[in-house]
C-alpha cells in the first residue's frame, strides 16, 4: 500500500512541479555550474543507489556528510534550497524507480562508518530510505548516529499510515531545519 502512495506521489509531484525543477535547474546553472548533485548512498540492504539532489555546494566540495561540511561551501542558492527543502525534489525520481520512499531513514554515507553499525544492529536497513521521517521533524541528523539509528527504528516499528502522511505534512510545512552544517 505505501509503495503505490509513494509512486503515485512522486509520480504527479514530478508532473505537477516540473516548472519548479526546471526554473531551480536553470537558476542552479548560473550558480554553481553544475546544478544536479548524484552521490552514491546506502540504500535497502545496504545496497547502493544514487541519490538525486539539486547542488546546494561549491562543486568541489569534499563528499563528506552535510554535518562536516564548512557553511562556507554552501552556495546562495543552496541556503535558499536548503531551508525550503527545494533540493529535496529531485529525489522523487528515486521514489519512482522504488530506491527510495517518501517517508523513512535518510540514506547515509559508506563512509559514515559509526552510523552504518548503529543502524545494522537495529535492522534500520531492512526498509527503503526515505525522504523525510521522525529524525528529520525531529531535528536529529547524522552527527548523532545512536540516537539518529534508535530514532530511525522507533520509526519503523511504530509507521502507520496516518505517521506516513504527517511526517510529510510536518516536512512540508516548515518542520525540521534539515542537515547541519559545520559553521
Not at 508532473?15 to 550558480?31: A, E, K, N, Q, S
Not at 544536479?36 to 539539486?54: A, D, M, S, T, W
Not at 522523487?92 to 540514506?107: A, C, F, T
Not at 525522504?131 to 502507520?160: C, R, Y
Amino acid at each position: 500500500m505505501i509503495r503505490l502512495i509513494d509512486f503515485l506521489a512522486a509520480f504527479f509531484g514530478l508532473l505537477l512541479l516540473w516548472p519548479v525543477l526546471l526554473i531551480v535547474t536553470l537558476i542552479g546553472l548560473f550558480d554553481t555550474g553544475s546544478p544536479i548533485f548524484i552521490q552514491e548512498r546506502v540504500g535497502r540492504n545496504q545496497k547502493p543507489f544514487r541519490l538525486i539532489k539539486f547542488r546546494t555546494m561549491a562543486v568541489d566540495t569534499q563528499s563528506v556528510a552535510s554535518h562536516l561540511a564548512a557553511s562556507s561551501s554552501v552556495t546562495k542558492l543552496g541556503s535558499f534550497l536548503r531551508k525550503t527543502k527545494l533540493d529535496e525534489l529531485p529525489q522523487l525520481i528515486n521514489v519512482v524507480k522504488g530506491e527510495m520512499s517518501l517517508v523513512g531513514p535518510r540514506p547515509n554515507l559508506f563512509n559514515q562508518e559509526s552510523l552504518i553499525r548503529e543502524r545494522d544492529k537495529l535492522g534500520v536497513y531492512d526498509v527503503l530510505p526515505g525522504i523525510t521521517g521522525l529524525a528529520q521533524v525531529q531535528n536529529i541528523d547524522m552527527s548523532t548516529p545512536e540516537l539518529l539509528a534508535a530514532t530511525d527504528a522507533k520509526m519503523i516499528k511504530t509507521l502507520t499510515l496516518k505517521h506516513y502522511i504527517r511526517y510529510i505534512v510536518l516536512t512540508a510545512t516548515g518542520s525540521g531545519a534539515g542537515d547541519a552544517i559545520e559553521k
